[in-house]
């Protein structure tokens, strides 16, 4: 069971984890686990998808905001979540 100190999927860097997915990935595809075990992987697993999910959409209003102020000099806005909706 992870430990309590453990870093909620949004604090984990993309590529930290999508190593962490591929690693749930491979121990479920053994055939080893638990069912109980599994289940507690396969959530461990979604969370980790819907954070990837987020940040991969961060990163594209990210591109989207630079592509608009190409027209004058390259510059980076503040990122808001908000301006999602």
């Given at each position: ?29 053994s ?8 289940l ?43 301006d999602?909706?």
């Amino acid at each position: 069971m992870p430990s309590k100190a453990a870093k909620k999927p949004a604090d984990v860097s993309f590529e930290d984890a999508v190593e962490k997915l591929e690693s749930i990935v491979e121990e479920m595809e053994s055939d080893e686990l638990p069912l109980e075990t599994l289940l507690v992987r396969y959530e461990e697993g979604a969370k980790l998808v819907k954070a990837c999910e987020e940040k991969l959409r961060a990163a594209e209003l990210k591109v989207a905001q630079l592509e608009e102020s190409l027209e004058g000099d390259l510059k980076a806005r503040p990122l808001s979540m908000d301006d999602e909706n």
